[in-house]
């Protein structure tokens, strides 16, 4: 079975641009959340979505958006990009969202802004 | 301030030591879980810990939840190699927040 996958792997952008990462979860899994992982940091959650419906949402700018399409994939927007967005971003699938459910990571998404 | 504090943050050991890491807060948890994530990958799962007191063991990783649900820890018997990674804490029911993580090396 296929697991998380995540597009583009690598993506390099000028501040100001905007940018749209693309994630696909894991077969049945309705809930998917978004991190933003800084070098040498823990992630840091940014949204999460369950049956397209935002279930929560961090910490961020509202340049950050995202959503959940039918087939349970998503997408994160970041407009007006700056240079302390370079990260990698994550995306992680579960069956539902709420406690002591196990999430299943994507290999990421590494955005470098220059 | 950090949610969960995880110490050591960086932690160099030879191969067969023996070695404990940290996760820490002041809030009390319904649940915590550990992650390990490798260079270039995602973060994957090793347990969850829901009870008091519970401790899990996996191979030779030992996991336990503080009495109070405030704290956890992971115990590594016997490091090997392919334990190098950087492992991270993470509260999911409530804050959806990770630990900064321990940066792991095991020298051959």
């Known amino acids: 079975d296929a697991g998380v996958t995540q597009s583009p792997t690598h993506l390099i952008k000028t501040r100001g641009q905007h940018v749209t990462l693309r994630c696909s979860p894991i077969?049945?899994?309705?809930?998917v959340s978004w991190y933003q992982q800084v070098l040498g940091q823990g992630p840091q959650f940014i949204f999460q979505y369950y049956e397209k419906e935002e279930r929560g949402r961090g910490n961020f700018p509202d340049r950050f958006s995202a959503r959940q399409f039918p087939n349970y994939s998503s997408e994160l927007n970041v407009n007006a990009l700056l240079l302390g967005d370079s990260a990698l971003y994550l995306c992680a699938s579960s069956l539902v969202a709420g406690q002591h459910y196990e999430q299943y990571f994507g290999p990421g998404t590494r955005l470098t802004v220059t | 301030t950090q949610l969960l504090e995880q110490s050591p943050q960086f932690l160099s050991i030879q191969e067969g030591e023996n070695l404990t890491v940290y996760c820490n807060s002041s809030s009390v948890f319904s649940s915590l879980q550990w992650y390990r994530q490798e260079p270039g990958e995602g973060p994957v799962l090793l347990v969850t810990v829901v009870t008091g007191g519970e401790v899990k063991k996996l191979k030779r990783l030992t996991f336990q939840f503080g009495d109070a649900r405030k704290d956890s820890s992971l115990h590594i018997t016997a490091a090997q190699p392919g334990d190098t990674g950087l492992y991270l804490c993470f509260e999911g029911a409530q804050k959806l927040v990770f630990g900064q993580g321990t940066r792991l090396t095991i020298n051959p």
């Open positions: 077969s049945g899994h309705k809930s």
